[in-house]
């Protein structure tokens, strides 16, 4: 039951390209201008001197040192570090060769061979791959490339979640109460996208793109009072991690230019589907436009309650319901479409129980699901399933079993039978990638990811407006949405959410107070998610137009009331929608607020919820006042998250303007809380 997933120790999103990986990595595409006929200039040429290797690219030169991995770029503006030398020592380079706009060059006591080039739209791109001919750590592991380095440098750039702009110098973040100094994060499970970036001074920046995410993690660190990163890639045959690409781009030093920078690269390499053709595809999918979403519990789940919920004036909703003994029957289920909104089941192909003692519906399996198909570690041992309950199921297991016995058909089959026209699959798109040891079902983490997509793709084909659980932007072709990827968790939540007492427990059975009981968060973890100045919209910037994305689903905006205006706020900014959990007594009580609320974010969304998010700035220096914009002038949005009024805009208000408006439309959401 989705409840069950609620308190997971871990920042989950993953944050590669499965399919393209090698593209980048092999690809010979040299920097060149088109001229008007069309035709393309030759490429400008890779330079060596000694150990200095220079490649062109957009806005510059940059230059490798290939004794240390130094990355260096000489600009306008003058030369800039966009990487310090290799944390770890890649040993004595080889002498170097050119082809037209690459060079390669090995290191013989590492057994790692390199390859520079100049890439599309202007990058750098370097290639490192281990060939097994040494052995040591060195040979296995390259921490690189080391960033922050640039005294220049003023803020950084992470994607946790929908994205943060750290000042380099903060106080708060590089202390131990922000949880991020010296902690490693996975790249493929702990970052919303396999990107960083950094604002160098005034309009210069650098990004930093890695589509060989697994086995890559990002370290940030304190040096001197000032947050630096380094990435670091540990090689391995067995894993599939024998080769690491890390593209390099200057950039005007927007805090959101490294994900305009890696849409650029989806774009580029096919790795982009939009909105538009989700909804051409399945056409329900454009009942996503203008919904709010919202977890169904008790008697919520009945025909009755979506009639009440279309009569408050809510004329677009996801609604979703657990997998327990309660299900939606055909009744509610075609009163909610009948009402215009999509409906589905909660579903998880994730965790296996026996089935003798299993807690949860999806983790009850047919025959010897459980446990056959587990997941084994390197002992051969089970890998336990979260919260130790089961074990982790194996996507290899299940599609080479699939053809003959149709485990995940059937299961589809029977959770849509009552009529749903959407399905949210749990934990799936969120990066927890596993190496299975099963001689039965051998695995690496880049085939768990593939096989991923591919039952992804089969829901999706089935018409079935498909979503997950946040959602790493490798998986934006399959999705139409996702729950979490809005949320940039960090780990104190995981700690306020194990306490019961404060934050709720699963009783009652019909409201759990887990979901319903106003919570407050530690002012460090309230801080670290929610304080605006540091929010940037890194996901939207790349993806807003491809999928529908929200906040984590168990932080249902009446679950923090003293974040409720910040949340609307940017949920209004980053045109994206709230999520909710609903009882029938809790519509009485607050469906007035709801109702507002959507009424207010419909025609935005519905207008720009297909556009690409083309703008973002602060207004203010203290960056309380910030715009967006979306499309070509579609939908432009300004956000006070200030006390003090910004040109006519009070404190805690929105101002939105579509393209034909004559006046604002103005939101302040502190206004209707409770309905009024």
């Known amino acids: ?29 040299t920097l060149a201008s088109t001229t008007h006929s069309g035709k393309r200039d030759a490429p400008r040429p890779v330079v060596v001197g000694g150990h200095q290797v220079e490649v062109p690219v957009r806005g ?35 002498s170097v060769t050119t082809s037209p706009g ?29 060939t097994g001919r040494a052995t040591g750590k060195a040979a296995r592991e390259l921490s690189w490339p080391v960033t922050g380095t640039d005294r220049r440098a003023s803020a950084v750039q992470l ?30 499970s702990s970052l919303s996208m396999p990107l960083w970036g950094y604002t160098l001074g005034d309009r210069q920046g650098v990004s930093y793109l ?49 994900a305009r920078d890696y849409r650029a690269w989806l774009a580029g390499h096919g790795e982009l589907k939009s909105l538009r053709k989700k909804i051409e595809e399945t056409p329900a999918t454009r009942k996503l436009l203008g919904a709010f979403h919202a977890y169904l519990w008790g008697d919520a789940r009945k025909a009755g309650f979506t009639r009440e919920l279309r009569g408050l004036g809510v004329d677009r909703m996801w609604l979703g319901y657990d997998a327990d003994d309660r299900p939606m029957d055909a009744a509610a289920t075609s009163a909610a479409k009948k009402a215009g909104y999509l409906v589905g089941p909660y579903d998880s192909f994730a965790n296996g129980q026996d089935p003798a003692t299993s807690d949860a519906p999806t983790s009850t399996w047919p025959g010897t699901v459980y446990p056959d198909f587990c997941v084994r570690d390197a002992d051969d041992k089970p890998v336990p399933g979260f919260h130790d309950r089961g074990c982790y199921l194996s996507s290899e297991a299940f599609e080479k079993a699939e053809p003959r016995h149709h485990y995940l058909a059937d299961r589809t089959r029977r959770m849509t039978g009552a009529g749903a026209d959407s399905y949210f699959l749990d934990v799936d798109a969120a990066g927890e990638l596993f190496r299975d040891h099963s001689t039965a079902h051998p695995m690496t983490k880049a085939k768990d990811r593939a096989n991923r997509l591919a039952r992804m793709k089969r829901l999706a084909d089935q018409g079935l407006v498909l979503g997950s659980e946040s959602a790493g932007a490798w998986a934006n072709r399959e999705l139409a949405f996702d729950h979490g990827s809005g949320t940039p968790v960090t780990d104190g939540l995981w700690k306020a959410q194990r306490d019961r007492e404060t ?3 699963y009783a009652p059975a019909n409201a759990p ?101 083309t703008g973002f700035r602060s207004l203010t220096a203290d960056r309380t006042v910030q715009r967006t914009v979306f499309g070509d002038g579609t939908l432009t949005v300004t956000a006070n998250f200030g006390s003090t009024p910004y040109k006519g805009l009070p404190g805690g208000c929105v101002d939105a303007e579509l393209k034909d408006d004559s006046t604002p439309r103005r939101l302040c959401p502190a206004s209707v809380a409770g309905g009024s």
Not at 249 to 257: E, I, Y
């Open 60 to 94: 510059g030169t940059a230059t490798v040192d290939t004794a240390s991995l130094r990355v260096t770029a000489r600009t306008a503006r003058g030369t800039v570090e966009l990487s310090a030398p290799a944390a770890t020592a890649p040993g004595k380079p080889g």
């Open 102 to 130: 690459t060079a390669r060059w090995s290191y013989p006591d590492t057994g790692l061979d390199v390859i520079a080039r100049a890439g599309d739209n202007g990058r750098l791109v370097l290639s490192v791959t281990s």
């Open 159 to 188: 994607p946790r979640g929908e994205g943060l702009s750290l000042p380099v110098a903060d106080r708060f973040w590089n202390s131990s109460r922000a949880g991020l100094v010296d902690s490693e994060m996975a790249m493929e």
């Open 513 to 613: 107070n887990i979901f319903f009981k106003p919570a407050e968060l530690p002012a460090d973890v309230a801080k670290a998610m929610y304080d605006p100045v540091y929010r940037v919209p890194l996901y939207e910037t790349a993806l807003h137009d491809s999928l529908v994305n929200t906040e984590r689903w168990e932080l249902a905006y009446d679950k923090l009331p003293r974040q409720k205006t910040d949340r609307a706020l940017l949920a209004m900014l980053y045109n994206t929608p709230l999520n909710f959990v609903l009882t029938g007594d809790s519509l009485k009580k607050n469906g007035g607020e709801l109702a507002a609320l959507q009424k207010y974010f419909a025609p935005l969304h519905k207008a720009a919820g297909t556009e690409p998010l």
């Open 1 to 29: 039951m989705k409840r069950k997933h609620v308190t997971r120790p871990r920042v989950i999103a993953a944050v590669s390209l499965a399919g393209a990986l090698s593209c980048l990595a092999l690809a010979s595409t």
């Open 503 to 505: 934050w709720g427990g």
């Open 210 to 258: 890695v589509p060989s995410d697994i086995g890559t993690a990002l370290r940030v660190t304190s040096e001197e009072g000032r947050l630096r990163t380094a990435a670091t890639h540990r090689f391995s045959r067995a894993d599939g991690t024998t080769r690491y690409t890390v593209a390099f781009s200057l950039t005007d030093g927007s805090p959101v230019a490294s």
